[in-house]
DNA sequence: ATCCCGAGGG
DNA sequence: CCCTCTGGAT
């Protein structure tokens, strides 16, 4: 049974109409301050993360200066975003890495990235994207969800989407893509009530 | 009560 | 595939 689907040219122009300045909300755009407020960024929202940051990198410049943080030092900056222990700790051991793989520069591979303590391929692709420019796809669970109820891909696992998807979209347009998706998926396309009354684009999806 | 723009581990 | 990790907003 093929599912019906709508080919995403015309759905992206509509969710860009829907969604103009649907952005990544993370104040930051240097690649250690970017991945460091991605990795805090993990289940809750860019809003808390901007609030703890200034502060936070006033503190630690640099990769060393996290590396060499304390533990509970850093979890007392860090306290309100909630899973402060694992964050913590994957924060100093990333830096550590970065400074002693890397130079003290965070590396601009994915294959390198991945390496890193408590960055996967959703964080290390928001860090290619937005610190180093190139395009990517970040498939967290909102990309997932959309990609899958508009019928565009078929599949649970986030790698298996990531590459379908950019079979699917040009590569101009993979960075909105992600961030549109993500909009749609927080604001109407939600997990458990999906709002298809107000759905700009429930015309074109099977779900 | 319930949910959240993840990652690591069993 | 399942679970855990956490505080805060709603």
């Known amino acids: 049974?093929?599912?019906?689907?709508?080919?995403?040219?015309?759905?992206?122009?509509?969710?860009?109409?829907?969604?103009?300045?649907?952005?990544?909300?993370?104040?930051?755009?240097?690649?250690?301050?970017?991945?460091?407020?991605?990795?805090?960024?993990?289940?809750?929202?860019?809003?808390?993360?901007?609030?703890?940051?200034?502060?936070?990198?006033?503190?630690?410049?640099?990769?060393?200066?996290?590396?060499?943080?304390?533990?509970?030092?850093?979890?007392?900056?860090?306290?309100?975003?909630?899973?402060?222990?694992?964050?913590?700790?994957?924060?100093?051991?990333?830096?550590?890495?970065?400074?002693d793989d890397h130079g003290g520069d965070v590396p601009d591979r994915m294959e390198d990235l991945v390496k890193l303590a408590g960055v996967g391929r959703k964080t290390a692709n928001v860090v290619l994207n937005e610190a180093f420019g190139e395009a990517a796809i970040a498939v967290d669970t909102h990309v997932l969800r959309t990609s899958n109820r508009l019928g565009w891909i078929n599949t649970r696992e986030p790698v298996k989407a990531e590459f379908q998807i950019m079979e699917l979209i040009p590569e101009k347009w993979w960075p909105r893509f992600t961030m549109l998706m993500i909009f749609h998926g927080r604001n109407c396309c939600t997990a458990r009530n999906p709002n298809c009354a107000a759905c700009p684009v429930a015309r074109h999806c099977p779900y």
């Open 1 to 99: 049974m093929p599912m019906k689907k709508t080919p995403p040219g015309k759905i992206l122009q509509i969710l860009e109409r829907t969604y103009p300045d649907a952005k990544c909300t993370l104040v930051y755009r240097n690649p250690l301050h970017l991945l460091v407020a991605t990795i805090l960024s993990a289940q809750c929202t860019d809003e808390r993360v901007n609030k703890v940051t200034p502060g936070l990198f006033r503190k630690y410049r640099t990769a060393e200066a996290f590396a060499r943080s304390g533990q509970s030092e850093l979890e007392k900056h860090i306290h309100s975003l909630g899973f402060y222990r694992q964050k913590a700790k994957s924060i100093r051991a990333c830096c550590q890495s970065i400074v």
